[in-house]
T-cell receptor, first 115, second 112 residues
């Protein structure tokens, strides 16, 4: 089955640091990947759609200069939280579908804590 | 962003009981999915529904795609301890590479 892997699973860093999170499709190619953010006791909210070889599409209210997305290959998308601040602390999760008619599968998420 | 209305928000049941939860939307979706999330992990796909009126089972889980395409239901029969977690519905305009809109979640707790 389709497996999506995220790395790292947990990050703690100081305010002002930039943090990169990787999302990989392990056994399939994904032209599109999605990045979600989930605050405690809340649902998943889509941040952006990552498109291989082109610019990401950001949801309304998400700062594209703060959350940089790069989808340089068919198996890897990265999310970089630039100059992170405590309010950026959250659970970041990516997803991808194996094909146009397949459901999305999720990575195990990255817990980001900014001190 | 938009969220789907999911109810109940939480459930406290005894092992062996059946569970029902539902998800409603003000707009139409062409695909409905149900996921389960354990603490500190990503959501895991339970059931995917692609056709209005469709009824699909996965073991003790049964989900239905509402005929109006604005709602979906998930039932769990004979609950067991590992059913504990948060259940999310998600709607999608189309398949695969379209973004998901998630429900608010139903937290299932099993009382010993």
């Amino acid at each position: 089955g389709a497996v999506v892997s995220q790395h790292p699973s947990w990050v703690i860093c100081k305010s002002g640091t930039s943090v990169k999170i990787e999302c990989r499709s392990l056994d399939f190619q994904a032209t599109t990947m999605f990045w979600y953010r989930q605050f405690p006791k809340q649902s998943l909210m889509l941040m952006a759609t990552s498109n291989e070889g082109s610019k990401a599409t950001y949801e309304q209210g998400v700062e594209k200069d703060k959350f940089l997305i790069n989808h340089a290959s068919l198996t890897l998308s990265t999310l970089t939280v630039t100059s992170a601040h405590p309010e950026d602390s959250s659970f970041y999760i990516c997803s991808a579908a194996e094909g146009a008619n397949q459901p999305q599968h999720f990575g195990d998420g990255t817990r980001l804590s900014i001190l | 962003g938009q969220q789907l209305n999911q109810s109940p928000q939480s459930m406290f049941i005894q092992e062996g009981e059946d569970v029902s939860m539902n998800c409603t939307s003000s707009s139409i979706f062409n695909t409905w999915l149900w996921y389960k999330q354990d603490p500190g992990e990503g959501p895991v796909l339970l059931i995917a529904l692609y056709k209005a009126g469709e009824l699909t089972s996965n073991g003790r889980l049964t989900a239905q795609f509402g005929i109006t395409r604005k709602d979906s239901f998930l039932n769990i029969s004979a609950s067991i301890p590992s059913d504990v977690g948060i259940y999310f519905c998600a709607g999608q305009r189309d398949f695969g590479n379209e973004k998901l809109t998630f429900g608010t979640g139903t937290r299932l707790t099993i009382i010993p």
